[in-house]
């Protein structure tokens, strides 16, 4: 995806239509899932400012269209190794507590319908670190989809300093 490329994801139709509809992206073969209620945009790789003294998976600081984003780096933030961004990389613009946050992630796969009754509470205990920020587990055209609950995943990140 080029640095020119954006994907506009809310609709006119107003948010009700999004309720139940992940957007779906990769990290390494892991299939995760956002619903479409906090994503505004799908955005490409584009120069970022680090900035210091921040947890190593905030990668820093872009510049969207004269506002600034602090971005993220999925994979780090589940505590898995950092690897060189490719043409598939991407960002996922997220709003989240009156702000948009980068998500970096591996690659956007689809955008997929998932009601109630498909979604299963995740295990109430794991090893792996980012399972603390599942909202739910689902099985989607026979892929496993792990659900991230936006509150959990942001919640140290964003409080108050």
Same mark, same amino acid.
């Given at each position: 995806?080029?640095?020119e490329?954006?994907?506009q994801?809310?609709?006119?139709? /107003?948010?009700?239509? $999004? @309720? +139940?509809?992940?957007?779906?992206?990769?990290?390494?073969?892991?299939?995760? =899932?956002? %619903?479409?209620?906090?994503?505004?945009?799908?955005?490409?790789?584009?120069?970022?400012?680090?900035?210091?003294?921040l947890?190593?998976?905030?990668? /820093?600081?872009?510049? $969207? @269209? +004269?506002?600034?984003a602090?971005?993220i780096?999925?994979?780090?933030?589940? =505590?898995? %190794?950092?690897?060189?961004?490719?043409?598939?990389?991407?960002?996922?613009?997220?709003?989240?507590?009156?702000?948009?946050?980068?998500?970096?992630?591996?690659?956007?796969?689809?955008?997929?319908?998932?009601?109630?009754?498909i979604?299963?509470?995740?295990?109430?205990?794991?090893?792996?670190?980012?399972?603390?920020?599942?909202?739910?587990?689902?099985?989607?055209?026979?892929?496993?989809?792990?659900?991230?609950?936006?509150?959990?995943?942001?919640?140290?990140?964003?409080?108050?300093?």
């Amino acid at each position: 995806m080029s640095t020119e490329t954006s994907i506009q994801v809310k609709t006119e139709d /107003g948010l009700e239509d $999004l @309720r +139940g509809r992940f957007l779906t992206f990769l990290i390494d073969d892991t299939y995760y =899932g956002i %619903e479409l209620l906090y994503i505004s945009e799908i955005i490409g790789v584009q120069p970022i400012t680090r900035i210091p003294g921040l947890p190593g998976y905030f990668k /820093g600081i872009i510049n $969207l @269209r +004269g506002k600034v984003a602090p971005i993220i780096d999925v994979r780090l933030k589940f =505590g898995q %190794e950092e690897r060189a961004y490719d043409d598939k990389t991407c960002i996922i613009m997220v709003n989240i507590s009156e702000m948009q946050v980068g998500l970096i992630v591996d690659m956007v796969a689809d955008v997929v319908s998932m009601d109630d009754a498909i979604r299963n509470p995740p295990p109430e205990s794991s090893a792996r670190t980012g399972d603390r920020y599942l909202s739910s587990i689902a099985n989607v055209g026979g892929k496993v989809v792990l659900n991230i609950d936006c509150d959990k995943f942001f919640q140290s990140d964003l409080r108050p300093y």
